[in-house]
DNA sequence: TTGCGCATCCAAAGCGCTTTGGGGAAGGCG
DNA sequence: CGCCTTCCCCAAAGCGCTTTGGATGCGCAA
């Protein structure tokens, strides 16, 4: 069933019939209802062939992941997609995956603009400086960003606020009384762990204290980093007495480490993690329960699709731009720092490891 | 540069071009060549709308997965997900990835199908009996599954060979003295998972066993059913000596189980999970390392994106099926029952638990 | 010389939709 | 009463490609 076909059906030509289906406003009320009741009826779907070739746009918003061969790709990825494609599905448009070689990464947005296929785009993981943004905006193409990052020019992005979240979970480990607290955090060129790390120093500084040497590390988020990064810093006299890390695995490798070297998290070491909410690894489910400050990455994927769409028919980018507040949820993987249980919240850390740090105040 | 321009230039007229481009016999060599040769230099590719409406082919393939909101989302999905883009990201097509509500799955099948939106689907996770593959093969529409039904239908697929991979699993630790064997299963619907217990069966019956009541679980594959259903039975007398899991997130919740008895995998307990090389969590690294049954599932999804380009272009599906054979990959998580380190093989476990089994023979 | 087959090429007709540029009828206004 | 709006509606022209159904010219056998 085709345009023409329903046209001819009704007795009414193409173009009222199109016009009808597409809201304009020059077409009767009572045909408009025919039209339709029609459509329903027959169960007419436009040709989306046809209708791109005839409007120039693709109806499709495009998300592009890097791959090289064996290297990782992160599930946070993946449930930023799944709901993304949720939020689509409810659309008329499509979602293409695309897997490019990182290298030819802006080349490939520049291919699938020029092109036509698609109409938007959703950046995940910016860096600080990302060349997607001023690559996208000279390209004319719509796109949302996962995150914010240190470019200028206005874009639309939706972000956690990830500064005040690990700012939040620190004071709460210093007001426990610690004063060696590791930050275990993702890539360093990606913004997510730079505002991590400043929320972290700021807390630390509103103490009058700063991270001991070595105790900030960047690397990908997987439990076997996880793992090495908190076995190196738990295996020395001088140790650190809580862990915040960027993701629920890393968390998972410091558990592992601590029980290696007969540490029970949530009395000899305490451990803070971001949680996306994956859904196949629950903080709450870990031994002891893992706290975390906790922001479904999903429901971000989901109304990032939104706000793509709303880009796409026009939005202006400034007007699209949402920071989220990230919850900080307690467990029994915090406690205060050995030796201090009950103790009171600004006292110096016990435990042998009397390093180098200047006094809490 | 669209397809007029480019025959303008070349003062040739826009069928012989396009012909010519699309490698028909009844152009000129000499004229092929120059033709070639303009569109690299213009760097002119084909407008994939117009080409979809003229030929009616979508130049898309789509992969369904179906969600509910808070519902898990499988990673191993998503693996076989990164393998199919990579693929399909060295072709001219668009891999669409739509999500669908469970009630709907079928209807949307035939929607994207009639309405001529995809030329072709991977159907993954499919149960005993399918319905996807008769609606699919009603509908007219090639399609690659990803394991094998009991559906009677010709249709192509690529398999691993999970009886087999299981049943030899099974069989070393039958070898090593184990005479009770758990098997953490994933949900009883689905194919792999009976494939699975049959070859777990088959080996337990090659020496006269069968397994114990209660020894087979049914769930879905997370970290927390794993522990559940291994901290249940762990925590009788009546023990199993083995686990075979279909998941390391499986696994991962045995070794939490395990440590939580004061129960040490590789000596009081033996693991064994199928590895589908997810890589956020490496058998390799699990402490002690993890023995699987090993085959990536990324490199499936590469190979299924392959054989369903061929499908689409007509191979015939008889000759697109693969069953790929498992690698057995020995680790620390494996010994002799406790008490038996060194001990023959075919000797009854101890450890407190002579329960109702028959002997080994 | 004529006729035929072969190798090349081309004009034009779609594919199914949107959009342009009116056109006719009804109603309001001077 | 004539003219101008306003409201609806429509024919037809694309969008950029593929494909059909010839047309042309040449070599070669009859």
Request: zero cysteines.
């Amino acid at each position: 069933m085709n345009l023409k076909e329903l046209a001819a059906h009704l007795g009414i030509s193409q173009t009222t019939v199109s016009r009808a289906l597409n809201g304009y406003p020059d077409v009767a009320e009572a045909t408009r209802r025919q039209v339709l009741e029609a459509a329903r009826r027959f169960n007419y779907r436009p040709n989306p062939a046809a209708r791109r070739l005839a409007t120039g746009r693709a109806g499709t918003v495009a998300i592009l992941f890097p791959v090289e061969r064996n290297l990782l790709v992160d599930p946070h990825f993946f449930e930023l997609l799944a709901g993304l494609a949720e939020m689509i599905a409810r659309t008329e448009m499509e979602l293409s995956l695309r897997a490019t070689p990182p290298r030819e990464e802006l080349e490939t947005y520049r291919r699938l603009v020029n092109a036509g296929r698609v109409d938007g785009f959703v950046l995940s993981s910016p860096t600080l400086r990302d060349p997607r943004i001023a690559e996208l905006t000279a390209l004319g193409a719509p796109f949302v960003v996962h995150g914010r990052t240190q470019e200028t020019l206005p874009y639309a992005y939706l972000d956690i606020d990830n500064e005040d979240a690990f700012a939040r979970a620190t004071a709460l480990l210093l007001d426990l009384g610690h004063t060696d607290v590791a930050l275990l955090n993702g890539d360093a060129a990606l913004s997510f762990a730079r505002d991590r790390e400043q929320g972290y120093r700021a807390a630390l500084a509103g103490r009058g204290l700063s991270p001991a040497p070595g105790r900030i590390t960047n690397a990908p988020m997987t439990e076997e980093v996880g793992y090495r990064q908190a076995r190196a810093m738990l295996d020395t006299a001088e140790r650190p007495t809580a862990f915040l890390a960027s993701s629920v695995l890393l968390a998972l490798g410091v558990y592992r480490a601590a029980r290696d070297l007969g540490l029970a998290v949530g009395r000899d070491v305490s451990v803070i993690a971001h949680d996306d909410a994956l859904p196949f690894l629950k903080a709450e489910t870990f031994d002891p329960p893992l706290a975390t400050t906790l922001s479904p990455i999903r429901r971000a994927g989901y109304r990032i699709g939104e706000m793509l769409i709303e880009r796409i028919s026009g939005v202006d980018p400034k007007a699209l731009r949402e920071l989220w507040t990230v919850d900080l949820v307690f467990r029994a993987s915090v406690a205060p720092p050995h030796g201090l249980r009950g103790g009171a919240p600004a006292a110096r850390a016990a435990g042998g490891d009397a390093g180098a740090r200047r006094p809490a105040r």
